[in-house]
């Protein structure tokens, strides 16, 4: 079976790709040089260079078939927003165990490489948010593809979160903080469900609220969620855990389901998530 989605056409052999890594990790670039080589000596056009230099990925890897990624979830998650949109699939290879994410070790690519030359693979489609808020005169905008959580920050005493859904208030939460995330987020750990991955729902998860529902809900993917922080404490907002900005009383974030999608290619069953999900369960 050659590179499809679900109902799609083939796609066909692999003839470009960019091999991505995390710059500091070594055994990240060592792989990264190895993978790329195997790549050449069969024929494939190869950029390699490191996973977080945004405006070379823009300028590098638009129009090629497939990007490797090489590093833990965070480097995979980065390259999720940075190619989001573009139709550009990522095969991650994760440096530790194979989770939701990455598709395989450095070990088992030697394995999977035939299948990879030939597009023996087909391609899973995720969603990501979009976050928009003020800051001062200008407006900020960033994507998510795990979530988009407004948390306390060094203060070890709760905030107020005030959540709208379609312009309706829901509910005030006191707690350490409320997430917004997609299912690719896997929130089990906050007390969130767990969702099929392609799911197009978002999740208002409170993180250890006080005296108030504690359960998570879904909403639509059609559904426009607003957090506004009350009290009289500053608060942080972190998107995928990776970027942290501010948060004043008072502020406002607006989180909707982006029209950009991201593309991971899966060399396994099309029900693996359900495996997975036991082993990582037991």
């Known amino acids: 079976m050659r590179a499809q989605e679900r109902g799609t056409t083939d796609i066909g052999s692999l003839e470009t790709a960019a091999v991505l890594f995390h710059p500091e990790r070594e055994r990240a670039v060592d792989a990264a040089g190895w993978i790329s080589q195997q790549l050449r000596e069969n024929g494939v056009d190869v950029y390699s260079g490191p996973a977080f230099d945004q405006p070379t990925i823009s300028r590098e890897v638009l129009g090629r078939q497939l990007v490797l990624g090489l590093g833990g979830d965070g480097t995979i998650l980065s390259l999720a927003r940075d190619t989001a949109g573009t139709g550009i699939p990522i095969l991650g ?8 994410l ?20 087909w391609i899973e489609t995720r969603i990501a948010v979009e976050a928009r808020w003020k800051e001062g005169n200008s407006e900020r905008v960033h994507l998510a593809v795990n979530e988009v959580a407004l948390a306390r920050g060094a203060s070890t005493r709760a905030i107020r979160v005030a959540v709208s859904i379609d312009r309706e208030h829901y509910l005030t939460h006191t707690a350490d903080g409320v997430i917004i995330s997609t299912a690719t987020a896997y929130s089990l750990a906050a007390g969130g469900p767990i969702i099929y991955p392609e799911s197009h729902d978002l999740l208002v998860t409170p993180v250890a609220p006080h005296l108030h529902i504690g359960r998570s809900m879904i909403v639509p993917g059609t559904s426009v969620v607003e957090l506004e922080l009350w009290g009289d404490r500053e608060a942080m907002l972190a998107i995928d855990g990776q970027t942290e900005c501010p948060f004043q009383i008072g502020d406002k974030v607006e989180i909707r389901r982006s029209a950009k999608r991201c593309r991971f290619v899966r060399l396994g069953p099309q029900n693996y998530f359900y495996a997975v999900l036991a082993d990582r369960l037991q």
Request: proline share 7%.
């Open 102 to 121: 990455a598709e395989l070790t450095p070990e088992l690519v030697l394995e999977a490489l035939p299948r990879i030359l030939a597009g023996e693979y």
């Open 93 to 100: 290879i994760n440096l530790g165990r194979v989770g939701f």
